[in-house]
């Protein structure tokens, strides 16, 4: 068991669960997804063709500047990957057609969870997104894992919102 987090749609955050004034706990599974998706990950320097076909463009201004906010968590300079995922650089992108966004949130969100199927948490994961048909402005996705030694997968449903689509 894990602290339980509510991931919060429109504002973008995560917040501790309380029940009865005490933290409620949840699946370790559901937690690690969750921090692995809606934890910033640091932006890569180099822009990928399938980023630059969403409109993703790299941070602008000077090295070290604000406006050149590549985000991320100061601790990863010593790791060989990044934790988290870059579903946050989304806020860049453009809504390109109806097809492209969703399949950068499949890609985005595999790349954010490998870890764990590297590190023998997870048999296998993967995603589907798809725009939501209540919220112009949000894709849906689901995150199906299955973990070793078991044959049903664990189904973790979100949906990501941003402006300016």
């Known amino acids: ?94 809504k390109a057609g109806q097809s492209t966004i969703p399949r950068e949130v499949e890609a985005i969100c595999q790349e954010a969870l490998q870890w764990l199927v590297d590190d023998g948490v997870a048999a296998s994961v993967t995603v589907s997104a798809w725009w939501s048909t209540e919220n112009r402005q949000a894709v849906e996705f689901r995150v199906s894992v299955i973990e070793p030694g078991q044959t049903e997968a664990q189904v973790f449903l979100f949906s990501w919102a941003w402006d300016g689509l």
């Open 1 to 94: 068991m894990d602290i339980a987090i509510t991931w919060n749609v429109a504002q973008a955050r995560g917040d501790w669960t309380f029940s009865d004034g005490n933290l409620a706990l949840d699946s370790a599974l559901r937690s690690a997804v969750l921090v692995s998706l809606f934890t910033d990950r640091v932006a890569p320097e180099i822009i990928t063709p399938l980023d630059g076909a969403v409109g993703f463009t790299p941070a602008p201004g000077a090295a070290g500047s604000q406006l050149n906010d590549r985000r991320g968590w100061w601790a990863d300079a010593w790791e060989a990957v990044p934790i988290g995922s870059r579903l946050w650089q989304l806020a860049r992108a453009v």
